[in-house]
């Protein structure tokens, strides 16, 4: 039934990150070794402040936000506190800060990470650079455009340059071909292999990729490109390797960085500046990176720095601005909801105080007790959670991303469980089930619609809906808003390190190196429900999972269904009679646990069997995790809500489009009969045939999604 092959790719542990990790630790000791310790500057080599302020991000430059509103004397601030020796600023495309600090008299390395332009594979690079002087800043700028003339005019000047995250580009829907590796190879010497802001898995695959590269490699790359690489490097065979941070936001500056090697270092610093001497050190390729393995804790704590940060600074860029900027409609339409929330936010001013608690916090600023005597009781938890964050930054431990990770846990399951109990006298309040007759019914289906005329949204007419919206959101702004932040934070976090997922997959594959097994997460409503049909299919699936230990677990929301080999459940915050299926509950999840798990169980794709929340939720983690997601349709909704709920006519084709938008975005739909296959890619649903897959049996379901 399920091919000898296939089972044996699926009895493999869960040991990838275990993996990754003590490979990386291993590596680190020996880069650790390397130098004598009282001959090494300590330098984290890539970070930001407030003068990168076009970001490379096409939804920051709609929106009109700098990278971070950081200054540079807190910048050097953080450096100081976690050890760094000498110091560097890398802003986008200019070196600003590097020269008002050298104004004020700060030895500061000269640097910027410039956003260079691969003609020949039409592909967007970063390229820190070092130790050119303004006029040559004005060159760099205008080469840019072409990475080769870039190289070899940096070359010519001896202005040492590193490939930013090598395998993170700016590319538009492009498979970058190895050949494109094989050619950067040659026009740099230098790699940041490690950078902070990426996680483990593609930092170890740039170093396997480097480790590759020796003189024999080298010579014939020269002669299938047709290039001379002593045009681009000083010595093209030297390979040498890099940390940075990457910080924007100042909280783990230096965590990440670089070991520079200056032979009799104590009598050299006598005449020279660190910063010369680092500079020396660069040329010479005498670098060693440190730091840690990570995932995406660390970065989620930065995005949540940073949406605070424009939380407080945001200001409308205009809607002329958003309509006429360059961009695709999905872009702007993110961005008209990103602006339109951040402005919603800053009108609530409980919101907004916890927002600056939030920032102050994660900066290392505790407040004072006298506050927290001024907050209403059911706020205090949070208060006491966000002040962790605090201590965190003051211990300097080297579990400190772990500590401000943990409290902002804490600090989520606090808002979650003020909203849930809110939310829930809410519903109770609203007698949805004696309200919910026919009538009513349609009633919410057209509410679904927006009007498109301007004047629907800015006049005085009353709402012909029973619904009032303002009244029932009264009292769940702050929970909401603040629990959105956190969920977006990760969101955001998870897309920036896994949107180059397919291309890492191949990547590694061609390596043969750190290639992440196949393991899949099922998503389902309706484990519990007794009485539903395909209750009974779920159950039998699990117990062939079970009888073959696959790599494949079914999760649910339950508050009464226990856990099972294989059988992940998350308890509900909240949990809501549904009015229009009154067999099935609504239960709400922890979103950001439901976040967390299938990171923390290395699930590469997802199949989803539910059309409630669970099924959005799945849909969410394919877009944060860059995933493959399939659908398992086993219900025709569609002929529940006419023969059932009785809607008909224009409300029933709003539940056909919304089914129609919602079954399209997966990569893939499941079906078990034709009936099912002849509606979704008829005119009525116009699904793409070959997304449409008609299985044979239950059993062909793990052959189809896990080839």
């Not at 008299?105 to 990470?113: H, I, K, N, R, W």
Request: charged share 25%.
């Amino acid at each position: 039934m399920w091919g000898y092959p296939l089972l044996i790719f699926f009895i493999m542990e869960l040991q990838f990150q275990k993996g990754l990790k003590d490979e990386l630790d291993r590596f680190l000791s020996e880069q650790e070794r390397r130098f004598p310790k009282d001959d090494v500057l300590k330098i984290d080599l890539h970070c930001h402040d407030y003068n990168s302020d076009v970001p490379d991000e096409l939804i920051g430059r709609i929106l009109g936000v700098p990278e971070t509103w950081l200054p540079s004397e807190r910048l050097m601030q953080e450096l100081k506190k976690t050890g760094c020796d000498a110091v560097t600023i890398t802003n986008h495309n200019n070196a600003r800060s590097c020269y008002l600090l050298q104004d004020q008299g700060v030895d500061v390395l000269t640097a910027a990470e410039f956003s260079c332009f691969v003609p020949d594979f039409e592909i967007g690079i970063h390229v820190l650079t070092y130790g050119f002087t303004p006029e040559q800043e004005v060159e760099l700028n205008r080469l840019r455009a072409d990475v080769y003339a870039f190289q070899a005019f940096t070359r010519q000047r001896q202005i040492p340059t590193v490939w930013a995250h090598p395998l993170y580009h700016y590319t538009v829907n492009k498979k970058l071909p190895m050949a494109f590796f094989d050619k950067m190879a040659l026009i740099f010497e230098r790699f940041e292999m490690l950078n902070g802001q990426r996680d483990t898995w593609q930092n170890m695959l740039v170093k396997a990729w480097i480790s590759r590269i020796n003189d024999e490699v080298i010579e014939t790359n020269a002669k299938v490109f047709g290039i001379d690489p002593t045009v681009y490097c000083l010595n093209p065979n030297r390979k040498s390797l890099t940390g940075g941070s990457d910080s924007h936001m100042g909280i783990f500056a230096g965590m990440t960085g670089t070991y520079l090697y200056v032979p009799d270092l104590k009598n050299r610093l006598k005449n020279t500046s660190k910063s010369e001497l680092a500079l020396e050190a660069l040329r010479a390729g005498q670098t060693a990176p440190y730091g840690a393995h990570q995932n995406t804790e660390k970065l989620t704590i930065s995005f949540l720095n940073y949406v605070s940060q424009i939380a407080m600074n945001y200001k409308d860029p205009g809607l002329v601005r958003l309509l006429l900027h360059k961009g695709n409609a999905t872009s702007k339409m993110v961005s008209f909801l990103a602006s339109n929330t951040f402005s919603e936010v800053q009108r609530h001013k409980v919101t907004m105080m916890f927002i600056k608690l939030f920032y102050n916090c994660m900066m290392g600023e505790k407040p004072s007790r006298f506050k927290r005597m001024l907050l209403p009781p059911h706020y205090r938890p949070v208060f006491d959670d966000v002040v962790r964050l605090a201590e965190a930054d003051k211990s300097r431990s080297k579990d400190r991303v772990n500590d401000y990770y943990d409290a902002l846990l804490s600090i989520n399951n606090q808002l979650n469980l003020l909203l849930a109990t809110r939310l829930e006298k809410k519903v109770a309040g609203l007698n949805l089930e004696k309200q919910m007759d026919e009538k009513t019914l349609e009633v919410f289906v057209n509410s679904l619609e927006l009007p498109i005329s301007i004047r629907s949204y800015t006049g005085q007419k009353e709402s012909n809906h029973t619904f009032d919206f303002a009244k029932f959101s009264d009292g769940l702004s702050f929970p909401f808003f603040a629990s959105l932040f956190i969920l977006a934070a990760h969101f955001t976090s998870a897309k920036t390190m896994f949107n180059t997922r397919p291309f890492l997959r191949d990547f590694s594959k061609q390596l043969g190196k750190f290639e992440q097994p196949k393991r899949m997460l099922w998503l389902t409503d309706t484990f519990s429900d007794e009485n539903n049909l395909s209750n009974l299919s779920i159950k039998g699936i699990l117990e062939q999972i079970k009888a073959l230990n696959l790599p494949v677990d079914i999760l649910t929301c339950s508050a009464t269904t226990p856990p099972d080999t294989h059988l992940l459940v998350i308890k509900p915050l909240a949990t809501f009679d549904s009015p229009f299926h009154k067999e099935q509950k609504i239960a709400l999840p922890n979103f950001v646990e439901l976040h967390n798990l299938f990171l923390k169980g290395e699930y590469d794709r997802l199949i989803c069997s539910t059309e409630g929340v669970l099924g959005l939720f799945g849909l969410y983690l394919k877009q944060a995790y860059t995933v493959e997601a399939t659908f398992y349709m086993n219900t025709d909704w569609l002929t529940y809500a006419r023969t059932v709920l009785n809607i008909t006519g224009q409300h029933l084709d709003r539940v056909r489009r919304l089914l129609r938008f919602f079954y399209q975005s997966f990569d893939r739909v499941l079906v078990d009969n034709t009936d099912y296959e002849t509606w979704l890619t008829g005119h009525e649903m116009s699904l793409k045939p070959e997304k449409v897959v008609c299985l044979e049996n239950e059993s062909q379901v793990f052959s189809v999604v896990m080839r």
